[in-house]
């Protein structure tokens, strides 16, 4: 049951929710126009990842969006798709024959709020910390800090305690969530959602968005989550006859990509176990998954395709009753057009994002012999001859079946 003060946001939200969706649920061009959902996430993954101010590389992931969206466009695979810049907190509707920059359905979401990035430091929420303190403490996005932090202190720009913002209301501000993605998403005409794509940074609880922490509230937290598909506040997408109108609203041929990694070391250390049967080598570091690799030792695949059945990408599959590609556990994805560490030499059109093949080659290779399977034809193939040792794994995403 939900609380009270959570259902009162809720319910305070779900108009606005509501006109949004209406605005961007009609197709301009017929009834059931190939449509698809690209979301140009934030949160950008340079060395500092989150560390570094998000708002400082707003174009990356939005140019990724836009390139694919042209590759769309010009291979007459969409005739309508709408990009979800969670930046600016816009909404823009891209069609076939229709003006180059777009149009920005209104009503558009506020933009992210820079002061709403904060440190935890010591259960105290700040937004402004010491360079050494930086060098060891993620930058979250806190939901509506500024506006907690003005009632308690007098200025957007105090330090709160986490305690305070946990028991906070709050969820007042309108900068997008993924929730926003979710109803669009379902309340789409039927057989007419054809692709939907999360460009930007991921780990195996979901594609990181804007990088909010795990809130089970979601007027709080902005991000995909594995347990997003069973949240109660989420129940009118994803439970009893809205599933099944969340999975008509996809065209037969219809897939979901999550771009981001899925960089965790445990399953790099199964792999290298699984090659070398038995006792793999540990750093110091690594040795909190010594008892975890020694009870897996022998069924290494079996752990390894437990570990795929939980990643978001197949929770995702399951949902929406389509195929999801998405990076196999333990590895990482490079972005293209820029400088990055893959030595593999694929080139792939259009410009966006994938898993760095040089350096997960052996690991890649592992999966499809264990009978995973990989996405290799159409944007996902290489446009030029690469080594033999690539051939078949496309841009290194993995297919997780419903």
């Known amino acids: 049951m939900i609380e009270p003060a959570r259902q009162g946001v809720i319910s305070a939200i779900q108009p606005i929710t509501r006109q949004v969706i209406e605005q961007i649920e009609q197709p301009s061009i017929v009834a059931n126009a190939r449509t698809a959902l690209l979301v140009a996430q934030v949160n950008y ?31 007459g695979k969409a005739e309508r798709i709408v990009i979800f810049d969670f930046l600016k907190g816009t909404f823009t509707e891209f069609k076939k024959g229709g003006a180059k920059d777009g149009q920005t359905l209104q009503p558009k979401r506020d933009a992210l709020l820079a002061k709403n990035y904060r440190y935890n430091i010591n259960g105290i929420l700040k937004l402004k910390v010491s360079p050494a303190e930086k060098l060891v403490n993620s930058r979250l996005y806190y939901s509506g800090a500024h506006e907690l932090a003005k009632q308690l202190t007098s200025s957007e720009d ?11 209301p709050g969820g007042k501000e309108n900068s997008m969530s993924v929730s926003d993605l979710y109803e669009i998403a ?10 939907v794509h999360f460009i930007g940074h991921a780990i195996a609880d979901g594609p990181v968005i804007v990088n909010t922490p795990n809130y089970k509230r979601k007027q709080f937290d902005k991000d995909a989550r594995r347990d997003d598909f069973t949240d109660s506040e989420l129940v009118h997408v994803f439970g009893g006859q809205n599933l099944a109108k969340f999975q008509a609203a996809f065209t037969n041929d219809a897939f979901l990509v999550v771009w981001g990694c899925e960089a965790s070391r445990y399953p790099q250390l199964l792999i290298l176990q699984a090659k070398a049967k038995g006792r793999v080598l540990l750093t110091k570091k690594e040795e909190q998954y010594r008892a975890k690799l020694d009870a897996a030792l022998g069924k290494e695949r079996e752990e390894l395709r437990a570990l795929m059945s939980n990643l978001y990408a197949m929770h995702l599959a399951r949902a929406a009753g389509k195929p999801v590609y998405a990076a196999p556990p333990g590895t990482g994805s490079v972005h293209e057009g820029e400088k990055n560490t893959d030595t593999s ?6 410009v966006v994002m994938h898993v760095e093949l040089s350096q997960h080659k ?8 264990m009978g995973v399977d990989f996405i290799d034809k159409g944007a996902f193939k290489p446009t030029n001859s690469v080594a033999v040792d690539y051939q078949g794994l496309g841009r290194g995403y993995a297919i997780y079946k419903p």
Request: aromatic share 12%.
């Open 158 to 168: 105090g330090d709160i305690s986490k305690a305070d913002y946990d028991k906070w």
């Open 345 to 350: 030499g694929a080139v792939f059109n259009p």
């Open 186 to 195: 379902a309340t789409q005409p039927a057989a007419s959602l054809c692709e």
């Open 45 to 75: 993954p340079r060395k500092s990842q989150a560390n570094e101010d998000p708002q400082k590389n707003p174009a990356t992931y939005l140019k990724m969006a836009k390139n694919y969206k042209d590759y769309l466009l010009q291979q």
């Open 362 to 369: 052996g690991q890649l290779r592992f999966y499809k012999e």
